[in-house]
């Protein structure tokens, strides 16, 4: 069971369309969606369903037509913007299908970027951000322009990025979609037991059933809507 | 933020080079071209400049610069001597008439009579002394003009011109500062000038002279007393600098520095914003992470300056550089780059600088972080 202090993350009647009159499409409809803190929640579903809407309306990048969200208490849609930058800069990490890293910067330097955004010197943050690959198992291509590294390996550079500030919430939109069996196992493998924490949740988008066994909870989404939450698929599976 | 700013900057070497090569061109146009146009116009009052024991110049009201100069009455000088608070005032004749060298070739020369007694406005010299001129048949010529008339050849006693049938022995090479029209500088005594320019009725060009008053308020008087023309030394600089203004001159150099200011600025701020799209991606994650407006502003901005500073130090030298060179053309002697034309020249490029980190960062500010979500 989770107390109900441990909710991470809760939406409320999210509704979001886009466009207007015929061309107007609603893509959410109604969400109601928790995720918790030491837990991985998994949100699937068939593609064009409206999870990267949801997370995007989520980490605040996107405001909802209608409803409510909350992180972590708080309500990112009453703050200011300046505000929201700070509080995504303090309590997000996010992990995108494309890496998403600047190629102007090397593996340990992209790691260290939410440090350095939140002012931390540039020697301090390089440090602690090669100590995360470090435990990534990327030691030895820290300093290592992207355009160097394989797939998986990005994608690990994108998950230090993600853990280098201790966010308190992770984002992933789909980590293993452009990655081959192996790495994509690999780096799910390392979300699960790095990224995973008593006072962090986790969320990660996926269509790919191969790395369902990782999550704690899965939330299933159709056509804009939450059909069923399944609760610690890894002890039914067990 | 701002080591993270220049690095990106760096990495797309491309188009960092090519920004601050364009504002190096920009500033090496911008530099050449002003500085030979102020050392041009500045040319304008080598000759007034040159009178230094002067402080005041007195001429016939038609006579607009030094270098278009109508003669006054000869009568002129006792008057002028009569002015209340004039110290003293002597003659001093020019002309500019054609002269054949010993070996054939025709140039027009300017010809400068010093006056005899009191050898007023009698050069500095480079080689040899001044005194020879008050010997009748001897001149002296500046640098440049010793190059025109005999080119090619450095300096030897005893070459001669003629002019109006008499001939004139060169006796050293005068410091005299380079004219605006070019010309050969030639100086003799008032009584060997008078003698080459024969015939004409008048031949004082110029009176000039020294007062313990104020030489501007002086000169006002004697503009107003009579019906000359009166300056004071720096007053007739002035006037003749602003002349040659007024006459268009400055217009091509004008033109060149529109056309250096424009590209470089078209061409540095375009170059930019094509940087900054093809960046966007990667801005756009900044943003997701958590930097903000203001520190994406210091990045621009940062990126901007460092551009800047390249090109502007990098056409300043080549400036220097080519204006060390050419300062061999004796035309050209004694040309430099004033600092007032370096720091328009740094203004100008600072300015472009700044619109290009402005523009740059609208365009930053329009990235929407969600798009990062797509692929
Ligand atoms: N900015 C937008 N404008 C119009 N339609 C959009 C926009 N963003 C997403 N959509 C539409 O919303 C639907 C859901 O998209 P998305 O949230 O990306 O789904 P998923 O991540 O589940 O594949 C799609 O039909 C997509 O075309
Ligand atoms: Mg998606």
Request: charged share 20%.
């Amino acid at each position: 069971m989770t107390s109900p202090d441990s909710t991470a993350v809760s939406c409320h009647g999210i509704r979001k369309s886009f466009g207007t009159g015929d061309t107007k499409i609603d893509v959410l409809r109604g969400i109601q969606f928790e995720a918790h803190r030491g837990e991985m929640t998994f949100l699937v579903g068939p593609s064009g369903c409206g999870k990267t809407t949801l997370i995007s309306v989520i980490a605040g990048l996107l405001d909802p037509s209608e409803g409510k969200v909350s992180i972590f208490g708080q309500q990112l849609a009453k703050m200011t913007s300046r505000d929201q930058i700070l509080f995504r800069r303090k309590n997000l990490g996010f992990v995108f299908q494309q890496y998403n890293l600047l190629p102007a910067l090397t593996a340990a330097e992209n790691a260290a970027v939410p440090l350095l955004a939140a002012g931390v010197n540039r020697s301090t943050a390089v440090k602690r951000s090669k100590e995360i690959l470090d435990r990534l198992g990327m030691a030895s291509r820290a300093d290592n322009y992207p355009r160097t590294l394989s797939g998986g390996q990005q994608q690990r550079v994108a998950l230090a990025r993600a853990l280098v500030h201790e966010p308190r919430l992770i984002i992933c939109d789909e980590p293993t979609a452009a990655l081959d069996h192996k790495s994509g196992e690999s780096v799910m493998e390392l979300l699960a037991t790095s990224a995973v924490h008593p006072d962090r949740a986790v969320v990660v988008v996926t269509h790919d059933n191969r790395v369902f066994h990782f999550a704690d909870r899965i939330t299933h989404m159709e056509d804009g809507i939450i059909t069923h939450t399944e609760q610690n698929p890894k002890l039914q599976a067990a | 933020m701002i080591s993270l700013g220049l690095q990106i900057l760096r990495y797309d070497r491309a188009k960092y080079i090519a920004m601050v090569m364009a504002i190096a061109l920009a500033s090496f146009l911008i530099q050449n071209q002003a500085s030979i146009l102020v050392a041009f116009l500045g040319m304008s009052g080598s000759q007034i400049k040159d009178v230094r024991e002067a402080n005041l110049w007195i001429m016939e009201p038609d006579t607009e610069c030094f270098d278009q100069a109508k003669p006054l009455r000869d009568t002129a000088l006792q008057t002028v001597r009569g002015i209340p608070g004039i110290d003293w005032a002597v003659p001093l004749i020019k002309v500019d008439t054609n002269a054949r060298t010993d070996d054939g070739k025709l140039r027009t020369v300017t010809l400068l009579g010093v006056d005899g007694t009191n050898r007023i406005g009698e050069p500095r010299m480079c080689i040899g002394s001044a005194s020879p001129i008050y010997l009748k048949g001897n001149a002296i010529v500046d640098p440049g003009g010793w190059e025109l008339l005999f080119p090619g050849t450095s300096y030897t006693p005893g070459r001669s011109i003629r002019i109006h049938d008499q001939w004139l022995t060169i006796t050293g090479i005068s410091n005299a500062s380079p004219p605006f029209t070019g010309l050969p500088v030639l100086h003799v005594s008032d009584r060997t000038a008078k003698e080459l320019i024969r015939g004409e009725t008048r031949t004082t060009t110029f009176i000039v002279g020294r007062t313990s008053q104020d030489p501007d308020d002086l000169s006002k008087y004697i503009s107003r007393a009579t019906n000359w023309r009166a300056y004071s030394r720096e007053g007739f600089q002035t006037q003749s600098y602003t002349f040659y203004e007024g006459q268009g001159v400055p217009m091509i150099f004008y033109i060149t520095i529109a056309i250096g200011l424009t590209v470089g600025a078209a061409f540095t701020a375009q170059t930019f914003i094509m940087f900054i799209k093809e960046n966007a991606r990667g801005i756009t994650m900044l943003k997701v992470l958590g930097v903000t407006h203001g520190q994406l502003a210091v990045m621009l901005a940062a990126q901007a300056l460092m551009v800047m500073l390249l090109g502007l130090s990098l056409g300043t030298g080549i400036a220097a550089f080519v204006t060390e060179s050419i300062t061999s053309i004796p035309f050209l002697r004694g040309l430099y780059i004033p600092w007032q034309v370096v720091a328009l020249c740094s203004a100008f490029m600072a300015l472009i600088s700044a619109v290009t980190a402005a523009i740059g960062f609208r365009h930053v500010t329009q990235l929407q972080p969600v798009t990062v979500f797509r692929s």
